[in-house]
């Protein structure tokens, strides 16, 4: 009898639930950074190895989105949401017994299967409100998604030097089996689950490929994001070997990059249904572009300090709030009844890209390696951005949709 209430449409998750779903897939992301130089020196292996985990985390997650979107439109956004949490956990646990680097690495990419909590909240909220409605509301859950990861890098700093790096990992275990139960006592099934084979999900992609407004806002989100993860590959590096910081300093200055995104998502959650999707973005895509040309300028002229290059970060995280929720909004809005094929795609473009940005960062960063190699690939990123949301706009106005 229970369960049936599970599958009542009319009994939509809370959005606590939505936030620690999307929490937990950002924090596995980030909570470690601070202990890479550490990790590898524990496995006695290159940082280049060892950042890896972020790169192959991000290009596994990337291909599971791409299934996990038409997956949840066929069967359902619960059942894939409950399964994704059992695996992650399972390779949870692989991580923490690995014994060596190869056999972390497998298990490491093995829990980009949570990716399904990031991609299927977004998804959810667009089940359950119109558009503009879903930008504003994604905006307030990423916004309390952003607090488990500003706090993530901080606390992950801390038990690398109180017990180790593998307290970080203990720590995503035990969140993951509180998220596994709230989630089977809350998560109700928000889609309207359709009689077709995945086959025929999978044959429906060219319907959204085909739209130049879902590649801009792809692109958009992919660009913006870009620049964080391109962040996330090489500021480890950077705090560690050029500013000599310790992993608990670095985690703290990862903080000031969350600060700015829980911001852009309150301003995004409050203004977006006022100002309208795409100005929002395109507001927010100007913010990081701007924040990361005076970062560079600074530098060039010889400032180089760890607060100037984290403090301006803050502009990369605040841009990023503002148009993250109304470019997902944007690709979702393509075709509703798509809404998790489009979330997964779009989202494998963007988490994609953001692996290849993360690992070209950690490439570019070598033995005396200044931080103004990152500087400039964050900010090519951003200007991409900002070209990919005119291109929307451009194309919304001939089509005489609203701005």
Same mark, same amino acid.
């Given at each position: 009898?229970?369960?049936s209430t599970?599958?009542?449409?009319?009994?939509p998750?809370?959005?606590?639930?939505l936030?620690l779903?999307?929490?937990l897939?950002?924090?596995?992301m980030?909570?470690?950074?601070?202990?890479l130089?550490g990790?590898?020196a524990?496995f006695?292996v290159p940082y280049s190895l060892m950042?890896l985990s972020?790169?192959?985390y991000?290009?596994?997650?990337?291909?599971?989105?791409?299934?996990?979107g038409?997956i949840?439109?066929r069967?359902?956004?619960r059942?894939?949401?409950?399964?994704a949490?059992?695996?992650?956990l399972?390779?949870t646990v692989?991580?923490?017994?690995?014994?060596n680097?190869?056999v972390?690495?497998?298990?490491?990419?093995?829990?980009?299967?949570i990716?399904?909590?990031?991609?299927l909240s977004?998804?959810v909220?667009?089940?359950m409100v119109?558009d503009?409605q879903?930008?504003s509301?994604i905006?307030?859950?990423t916004m309390g998604?952003?607090?488990?990861?500003?706090?993530g890098?901080?606390l992950g700093?801390?038990?690398?030097e109180?017990?180790?790096w593998q307290?970080n990992f203990?720590l995503?275990?035990g969140?993951?089996?509180?998220t596994?139960?709230l989630?089977?006592?809350d998560?109700?099934?928000?889609a309207?689950?359709?009689?077709?084979?995945?086959?025929?999900?999978m044959?429906q992609y060219p319907?959204?490929?085909?739209?130049?407004?879902?590649w801009g806002y792809?692109l958009?989100a992919?660009?913006?994001s870009g620049?964080?993860?391109a962040?996330?590959?090489?500021a480890?590096y950077?705090?560690?070997e !050029?500013?000599r910081?310790?992993?608990s300093? %670095? =985690?703290a200055l990862?903080?000031? #990059?969350?600060?700015?995104?829980a *911001? &852009?998502?309150?301003?995004?959650?409050r203004?977006?249904?006022?100002?309208?999707?795409?100005?929002?973005?395109l507001?927010?895509?100007i913010i990081t572009?701007?924040?990361?040309?005076?970062?560079a300028?600074v530098?060039?002229?010889?400032?180089h300090s760890a607060i !100037?290059f984290f403090?301006?970060t803050?502009f %990369? =995280?605040?841009g990023n709030?503002? #148009?993250l929720p109304?470019?997902? *909004? &944007?690709?979702?809005s393509?075709?509703?009844?798509?809404?998790g094929?489009?979330?997964?795609?779009g989202g494998?473009?963007m988490i994609?890209?953001?692996a290849?940005?993360?690992?070209l960062a950690?490439?570019?960063?070598g033995?005396?390696?200044?931080?103004?190699?990152l500087?400039l690939l964050?900010?090519?990123?951003?200007?991409?951005s900002?070209?990919?949301?005119?291109w929307?706009m451009r194309r919304?106005?001939?089509?005489?949709l609203?701005m």
């Amino acid at each position: 009898m229970a369960d049936s209430t599970f599958l009542d449409r009319r009994s939509p998750p809370h959005i606590a639930t939505l936030i620690l779903l999307a929490g937990l897939s950002a924090l596995t992301m980030n909570i470690f950074l601070p202990s890479l130089p550490g990790m590898a020196a524990w496995f006695d292996v290159p940082y280049s190895l060892m950042q890896l985990s972020v790169a192959l985390y991000l290009a596994l997650s990337a291909v599971l989105q791409v299934l996990i979107g038409p997956i949840s439109d066929r069967y359902g956004r619960r059942k894939v949401i409950l399964g994704a949490l059992i695996l992650f956990l399972i390779a949870t646990v692989g991580t923490l017994l690995a014994p060596n680097a190869t056999v972390f690495l497998v298990f490491r990419m093995a829990q980009a299967v949570i990716a399904a909590g990031m991609v299927l909240s977004r998804a959810v909220v667009r089940d359950m409100v119109p558009d503009a409605q879903a930008a504003s509301m994604i905006g307030y859950v990423t916004m309390g998604m952003s607090i488990v990861p500003m706090i993530g890098p901080v606390l992950g700093g801390l038990l690398e030097e109180m017990i180790g790096w593998q307290a970080n990992f203990a720590l995503l275990f035990g969140l993951g089996l509180f998220t596994l139960w709230l989630t089977w006592a809350d998560l109700g099934e928000t889609a309207t689950i359709r009689p077709v084979t995945f086959g025929a999900q999978m044959r429906q992609y060219p319907q959204l490929l085909r739209s130049q407004r879902f590649w801009g806002y792809t692109l958009c989100a992919a660009f913006a994001s870009g620049s964080f993860f391109a962040y996330l590959g090489g500021a480890p590096y950077v705090g560690t070997e !050029v500013f000599r910081l310790s992993a608990s300093e %670095v =985690g703290a200055l990862f903080a000031l #990059t969350a600060i700015g995104y829980a *911001a &852009g998502n309150f301003v995004a959650g409050r203004y977006s249904v006022r100002i309208g999707m795409n100005r929002m973005v395109l507001i927010g895509a100007i913010i990081t572009a701007a924040g990361l040309v005076t970062l560079a300028l600074v530098t060039l002229v010889g400032v180089h300090s760890a607060i !100037v290059f984290f403090g301006f970060t803050t502009f %990369v =995280g605040f841009g990023n709030g503002v #148009t993250l929720p109304n470019a997902n *909004a &944007g690709l979702l809005s393509i075709k509703p009844e798509l809404a998790g094929t489009a979330s997964g795609l779009g989202g494998a473009i963007m988490i994609g890209g953001g692996a290849g940005l993360a690992a070209l960062a950690g490439g570019l960063l070598g033995p005396g390696a200044s931080e103004m190699p990152l500087v400039l690939l964050m900010l090519a990123s951003a200007i991409g951005s900002v070209l990919s949301i005119l291109w929307v706009m451009r194309r919304a106005k001939a089509l005489g949709l609203p701005m």
